[in-house]
């Protein structure tokens, strides 16, 4: 019994980890999160956790367009290219937290931390996105494992939040508090606690792992128990139903109340994550009370699974045990013979598979299986073809260690792929670079020939004359400056008329001569002197549309003459950001390659270190059968009962 | 005998839970070369996420220069009478995008979103610009409707943003062009 107890304990110790928020379900981008224990529900960067803005600059919605497709990476680089060319200006602060936030969810803490203290240094914060600020800061230390400091900035939040986020504050305090073994804190910080129905559910959850590891089982229990008989069909609730379950059955077989830890195992998912756990535990509660027969049902059920299963494996010597139990040798020995032979295939398995990891197969059936698929890659897994390479990838990404290794190797050939695609288009950019400036150089004669037959000084000139004459007229009132070309010809004629009669003053036959050029004279004059106010509005309307025209031919001229001048300069500043650039991505890609090759090989030990303890169980396990029916066979010949 | 196969199956199952436990050690423990590749891993990305802001910048600048940018945005408000499939654009009479949305990015435009659905070039003068949007409208009809924009590009750049929201006194999805400066 005292063996069970620690059987108890141990997985007890491994359930009674503090459980806190969630991603989105299906949410495929990476999570902050602590060394994982147990459940985890912690809300990468939510996109429902943003505030409700008003766009006041397109472009910061095309970040948040970008942010809410869950294309981080792509909303991070247009965030930081639209900053710096000075979009983002009215939403500076929110922009700058949503930043943090992208740092944060793709993993690089260190600069999700600095961007989240500078915008607590600054003074000018407004407390709104402080409270955030202090919050993602506490995020992003609880996820790199500082507790202390997470629950100082956790608690600088002045209560600004929203529920969801306030919710999550809550757990990642007490998460953290667990994590350092301060259960009584914890459970201080839970206590009472309510929220919205998914958060009270997981308080619930860490406050009665807390309560147990307190040593207060009674509460501890009467808490999981809540957890354990939720009505729910939601997916994740149901998950962490059946791990309440769990934690509580085998919390109750250490307490020594076996009927009432296989009522509590019973509740646990035939098909979930957890049925393995429960089958081999629910058989346990059997056998302490005794019901070997009883126990065998579970057992029987779990021994028809997938060896690599750890519980499975079990199963196939708690069978036999439970068949000795019964006194039914012949089965038992049978079982333990079936054991042998299942270990043994088994290993000879996982060294194919072994030999499989190190010709490197491993990796490319692991992206195959995820890729496009990240959000449901554990029920894409199921369909792998049984090739020693994928056998046991199922079994291999479920680990925590190995599936962020992964997550790393697979974000590393995303680098790669970009850098493989900036390198093309960069070849590209200098092809049309290259282009235009021949292009340029094609059309700068003709151009040049055009610009040269342009004068416009000239041009200003005339026009400024025009100006002038016209307000020297306005001044004078001077008709005869707006006159029609007819009535110029008029006018000269009569200047003809007056000087040919000023030829023959006194002389009495020219006076009727003379009357008639006065009259013709008086008749132009009040002709001209009742248009001149129509002709003047004419000539200032024609003197506006001649500066127009002036203007536009002027600044179409400026225009041309600064693009034959500032097309080359253009064209060559751009190719200096072409030739700096380019150095840059082949850098780049060159240590990225490496670094995939060494994450890789990372990858590759991880797995094949875990096959290795795998096969070592099954040593352990095979040479446990073997002595037992060495024993029983012992036993029958000596006639021992 | 049955002592003692209690004593052999007992631990086995100790095992099990003590390579849980083990394994979650090395998960929070990791090792000192594990801790430099992650940095090196966490540092290249840094490196491309900045060198990627510098590379879009330099196409920007290199393909769609200022004086001739033109950028079209298409946003959407509630939804409730519109479920968006794809929206088409032609400028000029000619087709320059067709658009075909996923239900991740039509999330994303009715979360608040504003998509940057093309980015071209345009010369300064008098254009005109159709948008088509097709989708689903109320009772699942299938939907199309189009709106037209008579632009005057001047130089520097110019932003259009197409703008999808519910009319909720006719019960019908309205589209708006708004033109920013």
Same mark, same amino acid.
Do not use: C
């Given at each position: 019994?005292?063996?069970?107890?620690?059987?108890?304990?141990?997985?007890?110790?491994?359930?009674?980890?503090?459980?806190?928020?969630?991603?989105?379900?299906?949410?495929?981008?990476?999570?902050?999160?602590?060394?994982?224990?147990?459940?985890?529900?912690?809300?990468?960067?939510?996109?429902?956790?943003?505030?409700?803005?008003?766009?006041?600059?397109?472009?910061?919605?095309?970040?948040?367009?970008?942010?809410?497709?869950?294309?981080?990476?792509?909303?991070?680089?247009?965030?930081?290219?639209?900053?710096?060319?000075?979009?983002?200006?009215?939403?500076?602060?929110?922009?700058?937290?949503?930043?943090?936030?992208?740092?944060?969810?793709?993993?690089?803490?260190?600069?999700?931390?600095?961007?989240?203290?500078?915008?607590?240094?600054?003074?000018?914060?407004?407390?709104?996105?402080?409270?955030?600020?202090?919050?993602?800061?506490?995020?992003?230390?609880?996820?790199?494992?500082?507790?202390?400091?997470?629950?100082?900035?956790?608690?600088?939040?002045?209560?600004?939040?929203?529920?969801?986020?306030?919710?999550?504050?809550?757990?990642?305090?007490?998460?953290?508090?667990?994590?350092?073994?301060?259960?009584?804190?914890?459970?201080?910080?839970?206590?009472?606690?309510?929220?919205?129905?998914?958060?009270?559910?997981?308080?619930?959850?860490?406050?009665?792992?807390?309560?147990?590891?307190?040593?207060?089982?009674?509460?501890?229990?009467?808490?999981?128990?809540?957890?354990?008989?939720?009505?729910?069909?939601?997916?994740?609730?149901?998950?962490?139903?059946?791990?309440?379950?769990?934690?509580?059955?085998?919390?109750?077989?250490?307490?020594?109340?076996?009927?009432?830890?296989?009522?509590?195992?019973?509740?646990?998912?035939?098909?979930?994550?957890?049925?393995?756990?429960?089958?081999?535990?629910?058989?346990?509660?059997?056998?302490?009370?005794?019901?070997?027969?009883?126990?065998?049902?579970?057992?029987?059920?779990?021994?028809?699974?997938?060896?690599?299963?750890?519980?499975?494996?079990?199963?196939?010597?708690?069978?036999?045990?439970?068949?000795?139990?019964?006194?039914?040798?012949?089965?038992?020995?049978?079982?333990?013979?079936?054991?042998?032979?299942?270990?043994?295939?088994?290993?000879?398995?996982?060294?194919?598979?072994?030999?499989?990891?190190?010709?490197?197969?491993?990796?490319?059936?692991?992206?195959?299986?995820?890729?496009?698929?990240?959000?449901?890659?554990?029920?894409?897994?199921?369909?792998?073809?049984?090739?020693?390479?994928?056998?046991?990838?199922?079994?291999?990404?479920?680990?925590?260690?190995?599936?962020?290794?992964?997550?790393?190797?697979?974000?590393?050939?995303?680098?790669?792929?970009?850098?493989?695609?900036?390198?093309?288009?960069?070849?590209?950019?200098?092809?049309?670079?290259?282009?235009?400036?021949?292009?340029?150089?094609?059309?700068?004669?003709?151009?040049?020939?055009?610009?040269?037959?342009?004068?416009?000084?000239?041009?200003?000139?005339?026009?400024?004359?025009?100006?002038?004459?016209?307000?020297?007229?306005?001044?004078?009132?001077?008709?005869?400056?707006?006159?029609?070309?007819?009535?110029?010809?008029?006018?000269?004629?009569?200047?003809?008329?007056?000087?040919?009669?000023?030829?023959?003053?006194?002389?009495?036959?020219?006076?009727?001569?003379?009357?008639?050029?006065?009259?013709?004279?008086?008749?132009?004059?009040?002709?001209?002197?009742?248009?001149?106010?129509?002709?003047?509005?004419?000539?200032?309307?024609?003197?506006?549309?001649?500066?127009?025209?002036?203007?536009?031919?002027?600044?179409?001229?400026?225009?041309?003459?600064?693009?034959?001048?500032?097309?080359?300069?253009?064209?060559?500043?751009?190719?200096?950001?072409?030739?700096?650039?380019?150095?840059?991505?082949?850098?780049?890609?060159?240590?990225?390659?490496?670094?995939?090759?060494?994450?890789?090989?990372?990858?590759?030990?991880?797995?094949?270190?875990?096959?290795?303890?795998?096969?070592?169980?099954?040593?352990?396990?095979?040479?446990?059968?073997?002595?037992?029916?060495?024993?029983?066979?012992?036993?029958?010949?000596?006639?021992?009962? | 005998? =049955? &002592?003692?196969?209690? *004593?052999?199956?007992?631990?086995?199952?100790?095992?099990?839970?003590?390579?849980?436990? =083990? &394994?979650?050690?090395? *998960?929070?423990?990791?090792?000192?070369e594990r801790s430099a590749l992650d940095a090196e891993v966490q540092g290249l990305r840094r490196e491309v996420v900045d060198l990627n802001r510098d590379l879009f910048m330099l196409e920007e600048d290199l393909l769609f220069p200022a004086s001739t940018q033109i950028a079209v945005f298409v946003s959407m408000d509630v939804g409730t009478f519109f479920d968006l499939d794809s929206v088409q654009i032609r400028i000029d009479g000619k087709e320059v995008s067709n658009y075909l949305y996923t239900a991740r990015e039509r999330e994303a435009l009715l979360r608040g979103g504003v998509q940057r659905i093309w980015l071209g070039n345009m010369k300064a003068g008098e254009h005109e610009l159709v948008a088509f949007f097709t989708g689903q409208g109320t009772h699942e009809r299938d939907y199309k409707r189009g709106t037209t924009l008579a632009i005057d590009k001047g130089v520097g750049a110019k932003y259009v943003e197409l703008r999808i929201s519910d009319r909720l006194r006719k019960l019908q999805p309205e589209f708006v062009v708004k033109v920013w400066e």
């Open positions: 019994m005292a063996s069970r107890l620690n059987i108890v304990l141990a997985v007890l110790a491994a359930w009674a980890a503090p459980v806190a928020g969630s991603a989105t379900a299906g949410d495929s981008v990476p999570v902050a999160t602590a060394p994982e224990l147990g459940a985890a529900r912690i809300n990468t960067l939510d996109p429902a956790g943003l505030p409700a803005v008003k766009i006041q600059d397109l472009h910061y919605g095309d970040v948040l367009f970008h942010f809410y497709a869950r294309d981080h990476f792509e909303a991070l680089v247009r965030l930081s290219a639209y900053r710096e060319q000075r979009h983002l200006n009215p939403h500076a602060r929110d922009a700058e937290l949503l930043r943090g936030g992208l740092y944060l969810s793709l993993g690089q803490h260190r600069e999700a931390r600095e961007t989240f203290e500078r915008l607590l240094a600054d003074t000018t914060t407004p407390a709104q996105v402080r409270d955030r600020a202090w919050f993602y800061l506490g995020k992003v230390l609880y996820a790199t494992g500082h507790f202390d400091q997470s629950e100082r900035a956790l608690r600088a939040v002045s209560g600004g939040l929203q529920i969801e986020l306030e919710s999550e504050r809550r757990l990642l305090i007490a998460q953290g508090l667990m994590y350092r073994g301060q259960f009584d804190a914890a459970i201080a910080e839970l206590d009472g606690w309510q929220g919205p129905d998914n958060w009270t559910a997981y308080g619930r959850f860490n406050l009665g792992v807390a309560l147990v590891r307190a040593n207060r089982a009674e509460r501890g229990h009467a808490m999981l128990e809540q957890v354990g008989l939720l009505r729910t069909t939601d997916s994740e609730l149901r998950s962490l139903r059946d791990k309440a379950n769990l934690a509580l059955g085998y919390a109750l077989l250490q307490a020594g109340q076996p009927a009432a830890a296989r009522t509590a195992l019973d509740r646990v998912r035939l098909e979930g994550p957890q049925a393995n756990k429960a089958l081999l535990g629910a058989g346990w509660a059997d056998a302490a009370g005794g019901d070997y027969q009883q126990a065998l049902v579970p057992w029987v059920e779990l021994h028809g699974r997938d060896l690599l299963d750890a519980a499975v494996q079990e199963s196939y010597l708690a069978v036999p045990y439970a068949y000795a139990e019964l006194s039914a040798i012949g089965q038992a020995v049978g079982y333990y013979e079936q054991a042998i032979e299942a270990y043994d295939a088994e290993r000879i398995r996982i060294e194919e598979s072994i030999a499989a990891i190190r010709s490197g197969r491993l990796l490319t059936a692991a992206l195959a299986a995820d890729r496009g698929a990240q959000s449901d890659w554990f029920a894409q897994l199921t369909s792998l073809p049984d090739a020693p390479e994928s056998r046991y990838l199922y079994h291999l990404l479920a680990g925590h260690e190995f599936q962020e290794g992964l997550k790393s190797y697979r974000s590393l050939e995303s680098m790669a792929q970009n850098l493989d695609g900036w390198s093309t288009s960069l070849g590209a950019f200098s092809d049309m670079l290259g282009t235009r400036a021949s292009a340029f150089a094609g059309k700068l004669p003709e151009a040049d020939r055009r610009l040269a037959m342009v004068d416009v000084a000239d041009i200003n000139r005339r026009r400024d004359d025009l100006r002038a004459q016209l307000e020297a007229a306005l001044r004078d009132r001077d008709t005869t400056a707006l006159a029609t070309e007819a009535e110029r010809q008029w006018l000269a004629m009569l200047a003809g008329v007056d000087a040919e009669l000023a030829a023959h003053a006194g002389d009495a036959s020219f006076d009727e001569a003379r009357e008639k050029a006065r009259l013709t004279r008086g008749v132009l004059t009040w002709n001209l002197d009742a248009v001149w106010k129509t002709r003047v509005w004419q000539a200032q309307r024609a003197m506006r549309e001649l500066d127009a025209v002036v203007y536009d031919a002027r600044t179409r001229h400026a225009g041309a003459v600064k693009a034959r001048k500032g097309t080359p300069e253009r064209a060559a500043a751009l190719s200096v950001r072409v030739d700096a650039v380019s150095p840059r991505v082949t850098g780049l890609a060159v240590r990225v390659a490496a670094t995939k090759e060494a994450q890789g090989r990372r990858l590759a030990d991880i797995a094949i270190n875990e096959l290795e303890e795998q096969r070592r169980r099954l040593d352990e396990y095979s040479v446990q059968a073997r002595y037992a029916i060495a024993t029983i066979y012992d036993r029958a010949s000596s006639g021992a009962p | 005998m =049955r &002592a003692w196969i209690k *004593a052999t199956a007992v631990p086995a199952i100790m095992l099990l839970a003590l390579a849980t436990s =083990r &394994a979650e050690e090395q *998960a929070e423990q990791p090792t000192p």
